[in-house]
């Protein structure tokens, strides 16, 4: 049963990642401006915030790290309830990741955004330098290529 998740995970992650860049190519405008008014009105600076974690390296660091290690997060339930032979609760952690990932290619085909870090000021902050989504360049050439 192990072998069988790790395939489907890597299947279904695989196909998401794909879809995704494949969305890109739809064109939409970007939604940047509009969800940074939606935070601002929930109270929410994102500027703030990336202006905090850039002046405190740990956190900076720490949040970087566990960015890194997302892959790790998603493999480590997979094999603890696999080896708990807990199959019920590996299938519907199977099945919630493969709903995340189809919403988050819909939502993010339809209302794409560059990233406030990655696309409005990333290259002003030194240390806080991801933005958890597809790098800038690569999302400018996918909608570039868009006929």
Not at 44 to 61: E, K, M, Q
Not at 73 to 81: C, D, E, G
Not at 106 to 119: F, K, Y
């Amino acid at each position: 049963m192990l072998s069988l998740s790790v395939l489907f995970a890597v299947t279904v992650s695989s196909f998401g990642a794909m879809t995704a860049y494949i969305g890109q190519t739809l064109k939409l405008p970007l939604q940047d401006a509009t969800f940074v008014a939606i935070d601002r009105s929930l109270g929410f600076d994102w500027h703030s915030i990336v202006c905090w974690t850039d002046l405190n390296p740990i956190i900076a660091r720490t949040l970087e790290f566990v960015h890194a290690t997302i892959g790790f997060q998603i493999a480590l339930p997979i094999l603890v309830l696999a080896f708990l032979n807990r199959l019920n609760r590996l299938r519907v952690y199977l099945a919630g990741m493969s709903l995340a990932i189809l919403l988050t290619v819909v939502i993010g085909s339809l209302l794409p955004a560059a990233g406030l870090v990655g696309g409005q000021f990333g290259a002003n902050f030194s240390v806080l330098q991801f933005s958890g989504a597809t790098p800038l360049q690569h999302l400018e050439i996918l909608r570039a290529s868009a006929k």
